[in-house]
């Protein structure tokens, strides 16, 4: 560091200087019913219908000895039976009924066929049945797929202070998740919940929400994109964007540290911001997310706390008060000295001060860079002793104006202060 020197008072002896010194199919039925000749579809003889008969017998008319028509079963209305005859040999043949007649007299009936109604009736209710679990499978589906119901499930994970769960809706997942965590999230929700969250419309590339942020309203457009996977969210977390006039703050959201105060990722919500100093504090240290298309930088900056201003003041105090009692006209590590003096000084009656005090005038500038202060003070230096010159003795008492630029490095413990000219 270097000094700064200042006029300094004269005696007889010399010239004297006080100098300052430096230091972020169907199924068809069964074929219809069939016709045999001589029958009607019930099976039963047709009236007129041909009648064979058995071997020996010819072609007879009708009311001739051995006309005989077809069987008719109790019940038949097809023609009238002729009068008993004589023994005639062997029985006209019969045919058999038609589907679903009597069997010819005399013969055992068929088996019945197993109706296919009731299988039928199964086959109908299990593709009903089918269709009622496929229809609802799909509408599931269909819902779950929806971008806009996508959007929300998110909404209802960060409401629940589920980072991971809010983490799997996005297309990509944010590399840096070091405030993407449960912790970081619920402190967010106890500082302003999100709440009242509704869709108000969608479209195949965004979805438009509505919803509540610490009792603000808010109506954000969030970007949707078709995966394989179904639809995601382009982005879940928003970079938080703290940006200022001032370099290298530290920076802690809601208690957890940041590296990069500009690019460091969020989820929706409120933050608190910190330095995780008592010397610095940020302007505006509560911040809304909005995130979606809405979300823009966060305007603040960092500025010197009440207790940092007195830390440092305390320490430019220290600082003169110590050199100040000091009994040498050069004292060693301080901001100021008497540069030359021809004569021999009576040490005792050396005495150093100061009006106004260099910590009392001292002007901090508007900080550039967190980790130094600075500031520029003026004041009037007096100094006052005895010497002795040529076998006569005089008093030294001059004053002088003395400007300095007065810093100190906010990052060490305690505050150490340096000053140049």
């Not at 064979?52 to 109790?74: A, E, I, N, R």
């Not at 419309?201 to 954000?220: A, C, F, M, P």
Request: charged share 20%; hydrophobic share 30%; net charge negative.
């Amino acid at each position: 560091m270097s000094g700064y020197n200042s006029g300094g008072p004269q005696d007889p002896g010399g010239e004297y200087g006080l100098t300052p010194q430096g230091s972020a199919g169907g199924y068809e039925s069964a074929p219809g019913g069939y016709e045999t000749p001589g029958t009607d579809a019930s099976g039963f003889g047709q009236p007129g219908g041909p009648t064979f008969l058995g071997p020996g017998q010819g072609q007879v008319s009708p009311g001739q000895p051995g006309f005989q028509q077809g069987y008719q079963p109790t019940g038949g209305y097809a023609g009238q039976a002729g009068p008993p005859q004589a023994h005639q040999g062997p029985p006209p043949y019969q045919q058999g009924p038609g589907p679903g007649g009597p069997p010819p007299y005399g013969m055992a009936p068929p088996p019945q066929k197993k109706s296919s109604t009731g299988l039928v009736l199964g086959i109908v209710g299990g593709v009903v049945a089918l269709l009622l679990i496929a229809g609802v499978g799909g509408y599931f589906y269909v819902m779950n797929s929806r971008p806009d119901s996508m959007v929300k499930e998110y909404f209802e994970a960060l409401a629940a202070g589920d980072a991971d769960k809010a983490l799997s809706y996005a297309a990509n997942e944010p590399t840096d998740t070091t405030l993407l965590t449960d912790e970081v999230l619920k402190a967010s929700n106890a500082l302003g919940a999100i709440t009242d969250v509704s869709i108000t419309s969608r479209s195949e590339k965004t979805v438009r929400v509505s919803y509540r942020i610490g009792g603000q309203l808010d109506s954000v457009n969030y970007e949707v994109v078709k995966t394989d996977d179904g639809w995601k969210m382009r982005e879940v977390a928003f970079p938080l964007g703290v940006t200022g006039t001032v370099k290298n703050v530290p920076l802690e959201i809601n208690g957890a540290r940041v590296k990069d105060a500009e690019d460091a990722l969020v989820f929706p919500g409120t933050y608190e911001l910190s330095t995780g100093s008592d010397y610095l504090a940020w302007s505006e240290p509560k911040q809304t997310v909005r995130g979606g298309t809405l979300q823009m930088p966060l305007t603040t900056t960092a500025e010197l706390t009440d207790a940092g201003e007195k830390a440092a003041r305390d320490a430019i105090r220290d600082l003169w008060d110590t050199c100040m009692d000091k009994k040498d006209l050069k004292p060693k590590g301080c901001p100021f000295q008497l540069a030359q003096l021809n004569g021999t000084v009576d040490k005792s009656s050396i005495r150093w001060s100061a009006d106004p005090h260099p910590a009392k005038s001292w002007v901090i500038m508007p900080l550039r860079d967190a980790t130094q202060l600075e500031g520029r003070t003026i004041y009037g230096l007096r100094l006052v002793f005895d010497y002795t010159n040529g076998g006569n003795s005089y008093h030294y008492d001059r004053t002088v104006t003395l400007s300095l630029n007065i810093y100190m490095d906010l990052t060490k413990e305690p505050l150490v202060v340096h000053w140049d000219n």
